[in-house]
C-alpha cells in the first residue's frame, strides 16, 4: 500500500495548504489526475486542489503566501489557476453541476466533497487526497477508483449514459485514458459511449480534436483507435479513417485491411518518434485508397494514384478539424510521396531521380524515410528485412548524391535578380521559367550544381524563352 502521507511530504508547499484551511475554516483536497498518478508512478506537473468552499479565494489568498503575482479566475465555473515551481495549480470550489442535453456547459452551484466526485468522469479520477489537518494524507475513494486502477479498467462513477449524456467529450477522454494507460473500458461503459457516440456533435471541434491528438501521442495509438473504430466513434469524428476499414489490398508487405494496417503504420511510427505530425501522417497516409480500389485480374486490388488524391484531401480535412495550417504543407507532402523511395531502390536508379526525391522531400526527407519504413507491416521476417534494407540503400544513396551536389535545400544558383538584369527584363513569369529550365537541368544531370555551370546554361538558353516573352 502507498504511503501517501510520504508521498505528500515531497512537497513542502502543501502545509501551507493546510494551514489556510483551517484559518478560513474550509476543507481542501488534492484530486483527480495527480493522485492517479501517484498511484501509477507517472510523473506529472499539475496539481488539481478541490476547496469546499470559496476555491477562488482560497487561491488567491495562497499565491499571496507564495508571492505568486498572476492569478487567472474562471468566475462562470468557479475555478482559478496559477503556476509555482514549476507545477501548474488549479483550484475549484466543491460543486454539483445539471446539464442541458444540448449543450456541454453545466449549470453550476455550490455542493459538497461527495457532489463534487460524483460530478467526476471516471473511478480512477474521483480520489482524492486529505490536505486537512484532521486527516493530512488520508485517501477518500468514493467508487472503488484504487481498485479500477490496480485492475487497469476505466469506468464511469455514475451510470455511463448519464456520464457521457451530461458531457459527450468523456467519450473520446474514455478512449484517450485507455490508449494513453493502456487500461480497458469497462464493458457497459464502452457500450454506453458506442450507443452515444453522436452526442460528439454537440462538441467543439476544438475539444473533439485536442482529444484525439492525445490519442495520437500515446505509447501505442492503435489501442485508441481500435476502440473508436470498433464501437462506431471513429466514423463520427473522423469519417476518412472509419472507410478504410473493409478495403483489402494485395497481401506482399501490408495488412489486408487497410484500417488495422493503418494502425500498425502509427504504432510503429510511435516506437520512433514523439513527432504528433509525423504520426498524423501515418495515419492518413493511405487516406484515399477507398476513393481508389479498383481490382484487376491477375494483379487484384489496386489503389493508383491513392497518393496524390489522398495529399489533395488534406487541406479540406485540416479545415474541418481545425488543424495548424502551418503544417498542411508537410502532411501533404508526406502523403504525396509515400510510395517514392520504394520505386527507388533498384540498383540502377538514376542519380537524377534521387535528386528529384531529394528535391521534393527537402528538410523532410528523413521524416518520409520513417513514414516509409513505418510503412512495411509484414508479417514475414524475410520480406520485412528486405524492404527496410531497401529503404536503408535508397537512403545511403540519396546522401551520397546530396553531399555531392548539396542539394539538401535546392535552389537555381542563378538568383532572379541576376536574370532579370542580364535579360533586362523586369518580374514576371519568365523569370520563374528560366529558373526552373536551369533547376531541371541540375535535376537531370545535364550540368553540375555550380553557379559556373548554371550561369553557362542560363546564357545559352535564355534568347529562347525572351522570344516566348515577346
Not at 103 to 127: C, K, M, Q
Not at 189 to 207: F, H, W
Request: glycine content about 6%.
Amino acid at each position: 500500500m502507498i504511503d501517501f502521507k510520504k508521498e505528500l511530504s515531497k512537497y513542502d508547499f502543501l502545509k501551507n495548504f493546510t494551514e489556510l484551511a483551517s484559518k478560513r475554516n474550509e476543507k481542501v483536497y488534492l484530486v483527480g489526475g495527480f493522485v492517479r498518478d501517484i498511484i501509477l508512478k507517472r510523473s506529472r506537473d499539475e496539481m488539481d486542489f478541490l476547496v469546499v468552499g470559496d476555491g477562488p479565494e482560497f487561491a488567491k489568498e495562497l499565491a499571496n503566501q507564495f508571492n505568486v503575482g498572476k492569478v487567472t479566475i474562471y468566475k462562470n465555473f468557479g475555478t482559478a489557476h496559477f503556476n509555482y515551481q514549476g507545477i501548474s495549480f488549479e483550484f475549484v470550489g466543491a460543486r454539483k453541476e445539471s446539464y442541458n442535453r444540448h449543450s456541454r456547459n453545466p449549470e453550476v452551484a455550490p455542493g459538497t466533497l461527495d457532489d463534487d466526485l460524483n460530478r467526476r468522469d471516471f473511478t480512477i479520477n474521483t480520489l482524492a487526497l486529505s490536505l486537512n489537518k484532521d486527516s493530512f494524507g488520508e485517501l477518500i475513494d468514493k467508487f472503488g477508483g484504487l481498485n479500477d486502477i490496480e485492475n487497469k479498467v476505466i469506468r464511469t462513477p455514475l451510470d455511463p449514459e448519464t456520464t457521457f449524456n451530461d458531457d459527450p467529450l468523456r467519450i473520446m477522454r474514455a478512449v484517450r485514458f485507455a490508449a494513453q494507460l493502456q487500461f480497458d473500458i469497462e464493458e457497459n461503459t464502452l457500450k454506453a459511449a458506442s450507443q452515444m457516440a453522436e452526442r460528439l456533435k454537440i462538441v467543439s471541434q476544438e475539444r473533439i480534436t485536442e482529444e484525439f491528438f492525445k490519442i495520437l501521442a500515446a505509447p501505442a495509438p492503435s489501442i485508441g483507435l481500435k476502440l473508436m473504430y470498433e464501437n462506431g466513434i471513429m466514423k463520427v469524428v473522423f469519417p476518412e479513417i472509419a472507410e478504410l476499414g473493409g478495403v483489402e489490398q494485395r497481401k506482399d508487405f501490408h495488412h489486408k485491411d487497410v484500417f488495422y494496417h493503418t494502425c500498425i503504420v502509427v504504432d510503429n511510427l510511435a516506437k520512433v518518434t514523439d513527432n504528433i505530425w509525423l504520426r498524423f501522417a501515418g495515419l492518413v497516409h493511405d487516406i484515399a485508397k477507398p476513393k481508389t480500389k479498383k481490382f484487376i485480374e491477375g494483379i487484384g486490388w489496386t489503389f493508383h494514384g491513392h497518393e496524390e488524391i489522398g495529399a489533395r484531401m488534406m487541406k479540406k480535412i485540416f479545415h474541418r478539424l481545425k488543424l495548424p495550417m502551418n503544417k498542411l504543407h508537410y502532411v501533404e507532402k508526406l502523403v504525396r510521396l509515400h510510395l517514392r523511395p520504394i520505386a527507388l531502390a533498384e540498383e540502377h536508379v538514376t542519380d537524377s531521380a534521387l535528386r528529384r526525391l531529394a528535391a521534393a522531400a527537402g528538410e523532410d526527407l528523413d521524416d518520409l524515410i520513417t513514414l516509409c519504413r513505418a510503412d512495411v507491416t509484414s508479417k514475414n521476417p524475410e520480406k520485412v528485412s528486405k524492404y527496410l534494407s531497401n529503404y536503408d540503400r535508397v537512403m545511403e544513396k540519396v546522401k551520397e548524391v546530396q553531399e555531392k551536389d548539396k542539394l539538401r535545400a535546392f535552389q537555381s544558383p542563378v538568383r532572379g535578380d541576376e536574370i532579370m538584369k542580364v535579360c533586362g527584363i523586369p518580374p514576371s513569369r519568365t523569370v520563374g521559367e528560366i529558373k526552373k529550365a536551369i533547376e531541371e537541368a541540375i535535376l537531370d544531370g545535364k550540368i553540375q550544381n555550380t553557379y559556373e555551370d548554371a550561369y553557362n546554361y542560363f546564357l545559352q538558353i535564355k534568347d529562347e524563352y525572351l522570344k516566348k516573352e515577346k
